[in-house]
């Protein structure tokens, strides 16, 4: 079982990135995804989640900015970011969970540049 999260670099304040999470061994329509993200010397924040309904909830830090989307068809769920602040610069995980069963993705560097 694996979750792997792709599509995070440095970009600059104001710009976007696209994250992605592709599961292997694992069926993303079963679960709820979320998409967590740590900055440095900080805990663990939840960014935003994505049910098997596909309804939504998202952190008041990036609602507004943050889009969170499943594509059970390729196993994946996405994180599309835009407006882009420096406080947005962390370590970005993806995560499934379903009744007390949870799965991490190894993360993804998000930087962002002033």
């Known amino acids: 079982v694996q979750l792997q999260a792709s599509g995070g670099g440095l970009v600059q304040s104001g710009g976007s990135l696209r994250l992605s999470c592709v599961g292997s061994?694992?069926?993303?329509?079963?679960?709820?995804m979320k998409w967590y993200r740590q900055a440095p010397e900080k805990q663990r924040e939840l960014v935003a989640s994505?049910?098997?309904?596909?309804?939504?909830t998202y952190a008041d830090s990036v609602k507004g900015r943050a889009t969170i989307s499943r594509n059970n068809r390729e196993n994946t769920v996405s994180l599309q970011l835009n407006s882009l602040q420096s406080a947005d610069t962390a370590v970005y995980y993806c995560?499934?969970?379903?009744?007390?069963?949870?799965?991490w993705g190894q993360g993804t560097q998000v930087t962002v540049s002033s």
């Open positions: 061994g694992i069926l993303i329509s079963r679960y709820v």
């Open positions: 994505v049910n098997i309904l596909g309804e939504t």
């Open positions: 995560h499934a969970g379903l009744r007390g069963v949870a799965r």
